[in-house]
């Protein structure tokens, strides 16, 4: 298993550019997330999913968008990319047990480093 | 908001010591998570304690909650220079599918 995979490992974009980070898991997790990090301020979640069709919102949402069409698929858009959004970025993933991630690990990618000028 | 936060901000000690970092939360929780960052990569989970434990190991970690007040630690024992690494706390808010971390812990263990 290759477990999670994030693509692009790095990107340069300019403002305003727009760009799909992409996540992609082998497990069967039912369970994805967005995470960025920042020097400082730990992991902050971004969006959800709890299965394909179903996503939500988690605490820095503005200015990101995400679907989930396949189990094994949760990519990130930036549709008008802005210097704050300078970060690097980690998707996760997990089963959920009775409706629930709460006892679940999650396994996370390597990351993208994202450089917005 | 974060759940978690974790004290201290960075920690600095010789291979062959004990390291312990702590974690307080705001609400209510079923079970807290360790995980461990090393430069450059993702997290890795460590160890999950829930909310009904008050003390678990899995080698040389120690980990202890204390939901009174909403607090855990994490110990390392006989620390090792590959132990450096950044080291977060993890909890799900109460009812939701939100998995929120704390800021965590730089540690540098010196050979």
């Known amino acids: 298993n290759a477990g999670v995979t994030q693509t692009p490992k790095f990107q340069v974009l300019k403002t305003g550019q727009s760009m799909t980070l992409q996540c992609a898991q082998d497990m069967n997790h039912e369970y994805m997330s967005w995470y960025r990090q920042d020097p400082g301020m730990g992991l902050r979640l971004i969006h959800y999913?709890?299965?394909?069709?179903?996503?939500d919102q988690g605490e820095v949402p503005n200015g990101y968008n995400v679907s989930r069409s396949t189990t094994e698929d949760f990519p990130l858009r930036l549709l008008s990319a802005a210097p704050s959004q300078t970060s690097v970025y980690f998707c996760?993933?997990?089963?959920?047990?009775?409706?629930?991630?709460?006892?679940?690990?999650?396994?996370f990618g390597d990351g993208t480093r994202l450089s917005i000028l | 908001s974060q759940q978690g936060e974790e004290d201290p901000q960075a920690l600095s000690i010789q291979e062959g010591e004990n390291a312990t970092m702590n974690c307080s939360y705001k609400?209510?929780?079923?079970?807290l998570q360790w995980y461990r960052q090393n430069s450059g990569r993702g997290l890795v989970h460590l160890i999950l304690?829930?909310?009904?434990?008050r003390e678990k190991h899995s080698g040389r970690l120690r980990v202890t909650l204390d939901t009174s007040k909403k607090s855990s630690s994490l110990l390392i024992t006989a620390s090792r220079a590959a132990d450096t690494a950044s080291y977060f706390c993890?909890?799900?808010?109460?009812?939701?599918?939100?998995?929120?971390f704390g800021k965590g812990t730089k540690l540098t263990v010196n050979p």
């Open positions: 304690i829930r909310s009904n434990e």
């Open positions: 996760a993933s997990s089963p959920r047990r009775g409706g629930s991630i709460s006892n679940q690990p999650q396994h």
């Open positions: 609400t209510s929780i079923n079970n």
């Open positions: 993890a909890t799900v808010q109460g009812g939701s599918e939100k998995l929120v």
């Open positions: 999913s709890v299965g394909a069709g179903i996503t």
